[in-house]
């Protein structure tokens, strides 16, 4: 795979607006395993970016970083200027995480109450729990909450600090689909404000629907990043199959049209918007023979993109 | 990405919250939790109270002296320091639940600073040991048996509460080095030991020489001696504070350590 990251990374004119996100050349391991390899990713205020890879591409280790839980094993990494801690002292940023993080034994006015009286500035705990929809079972014990009165809990207690930047680790992981729809409309209409939101999903619809941008993450590297439209022009194209030997990639990538292409023994595979281009050039240019064309989902992109498999094989279940 | 809108937050607003994040509406809510957990509260104060009235108000203790006092007063001091260290150890090892449900993790997404946390842990803690002392001695009161001066209820008292710091500082260890599931059993089982070797049940020189050597050296038996010695007067013995000094170190230090493997894992 040869796609290009079109980091969307330089705004010369803006140096004087911190940037919400900034990581640089990232590495975050766990003994052998690189769960983050060299990750370079500028997030501006104001934006809503996605990022998107199957289980164990990276995210939560990426987000983990953000957030100041975790230490990077190198590289930088800053939130508006500062280092994620003071930033989250500051209600900077607050998350909402998959599961767990609420205790059991508090009633959720508690909850929101216990929270809030940790920040300097917060909101009003009963604008709070009204504006997320919990008025009503504000008085019953966490423990006692559905999986989808505990997710907005959690978005409510995100949103106490009035955050500039609001980190979702999979935040619909386990809801149903009239859940997830909920929950993006309240994130949607709350991002409307101006918060940058930055949300790790392995739903493609869910990056498709709702972000800006889509940063998609493979074995801790970026693979892509760019609009949802550029993601889905990668997509749009078809994939030209053919048995070349000897085939060589300078020569490959040097077909007009070509924006991917793989070598797989005698058989090489070239993603193209313009395949017509590429099969014209591959049987009059080259001894390409037994050529295929093949139409690719946009789920078939996801998968060439972050799978460890190309299309049409893809098992990783990512999706 | 000519659609993203230029957005310059206002940084210079946003304060940091002041004394790491403690507060007391945090610390009224982590008391009001803790008197949740039911059993929690009834092994804290009911079972150091019951044990009192079962072995403590023996009709030949009221007589005998034990220093300024008599010896019900020192069974007394004894089971109020049994139950005063049972529930700070409890307070302490409540970070083992609060791990387990996420709850540190979700915390340290706020301004609240570890050393705040740990305050806030402590003084509850301290709170439920209050309580346990009180019990302990109001059973005293209400059954006439325990003797000696006012002073001394007050000194003794007081040197057991403040003397159960040490075993916040070992519930917060067992806590960061623990699952939760079984941390609260496992410790009503050590501390039972421990006041066994700490002679909060029965005198350390009733032992063989044997145990009695090994018992010195065990977090229970310098400050039980140290809590009684207002009572029987018979001065400080410089093993007793070194014994306290030293397990303070070792647990906090143990808890610091465990507390930042925590913190690097998650």
């Keep these: ?319 | 990405m000519s659609t993203v809108p230029t957005i310059a937050p206002d940084l210079s607003a946003r304060r940091v919250p002041p004394l790491g994040g403690f507060n007391f509406t945090a610390l009224k809510l982590e008391i009001r939790r803790m008197t949740r957990n039911r059993r929690t509260v009834i092994i804290a104060i009911v079972v150091p109270v019951l044990f009192f009235l079962l072995f403590g108000v023996n009709k030949a203790y009221d007589s005998q002296s034990a220093g300024h006092g008599n010896v019900a007063a020192f069974v007394m001091i004894s089971l109020a320091l049994y139950g005063a260290v049972l529930a700070t150890t409890f307070g302490g090892a409540m970070v083992s639940i609060e791990r387990a449900q996420g709850w540190s993790r979700q915390l340290r997404l706020t301004p609240l600073s570890p050393v705040a946390y740990i305050g806030m842990k402590i003084m509850t803690a301290l709170v439920l040991g209050a309580c346990s002392v009180a019990a302990v001695y109001i059973a005293g009161i209400v059954t006439h048996k325990a003797s000696m001066s006012v002073g001394l209820w007050i000194a003794t008292g007081f040197s057991v509460w403040i003397g159960s710091l040490l075993f916040a500082a070992f519930g917060l260890f067992l806590g960061y080095l623990l699952p939760a599931e079984n941390v609260m059993q496992l410790i009503g089982l050590i501390l039972a030991l421990l006041s066994f070797a700490g002679g909060l049940f029965i005198p350390v020189s009733q032992y063989a020489p044997v145990v009695q050597d090994i018992a010195k050296w065990t977090p229970l038996y310098g400050l039980n001696q140290l809590v009684h010695t207002p009572l029987l007067g018979n001065g400080v013995d410089w093993t007793w504070v070194v014994n306290v000094l030293a397990w303070l170190i070792i647990f906090s230090w143990g808890a610091a350590w465990r507390m930042r493997g925590d913190t690097a894992r998650v």
């Design chain 1, 1 to 319: 795979m040869t796609i290009a990251s079109q980091a969307p990374g330089t705004w010369p004119a803006r140096s004087a607006v911190p940037l919400a996100v900034d990581l640089t050349a990232l590495h975050k391991n766990f003994g052998q395993v690189h769960a983050v390899d060299g990750v370079d990713l500028k997030i501006a205020s104001g934006e809503i970016v996605a990022i998107l890879g199957p289980n164990g591409a990276g995210k939560t280790s990426t987000i983990d970083v953000v957030l100041g839980l975790s230490q990077p094993s190198s590289g930088t990494v800053s939130v508006y200027g500062m280092h994620p801690r003071q930033a989250i002292s500051r209600g900077l940023v607050s998350a909402v995480m998959q599961t767990g993080g609420l205790l059991k034994d508090l009633t959720v006015r508690e909850t929101v109450e216990y929270t809030a009286s940790l920040f300097a500035h917060s909101q009003a705990v009963g604008e709070v729990l009204s504006s997320a929809g919990i008025t009503e079972i504000a008085d019953r014990r966490v423990g006692k909450c559905s999986g989808g009165e505990q997710q907005r809990l959690r978005f409510a207690l995100a949103l106490l600090c009035d955050p500039e930047l609001l980190v979702l680790d999979e935040p619909t992981s386990g809801m149903d689909v009239e859940g997830r729809r909920s929950f993006w409309s309240a994130i949607r209409k709350d991002a409307e404000q101006g918060r940058t939101v930055l949300f790790a999903t392995h739903y493609l619809e869910e990056a498709d629907a709702y972000a800006d941008r889509i940063v998609l993450l493979r074995h801790g590297q970026i693979v892509a990043d760019g609009t949802a439209a550029e993601i889905k022009s990668m997509a749009a194209g078809r994939t030209v199959r053919a048995t070349l030997p000897g085939a060589s990639e300078g020569l490959l990538t040097g077909i007009p049209g070509a924006d991917s292409v793989e070598i797989r023994g005698e058989t090489v595979l070239v993603h193209s918007n313009d395949s017509d281009a590429v099969a014209r050039f591959l049987l009059t240019q080259t001894a390409a023979k037994d050529l295929e064309i093949t139409a690719q989902g946009i789920e078939d992109a996801f998968l060439a993109l972050t799978g460890d498999t190309a299309p049409g094989t893809a098992t990783t279940g990512a999706i």
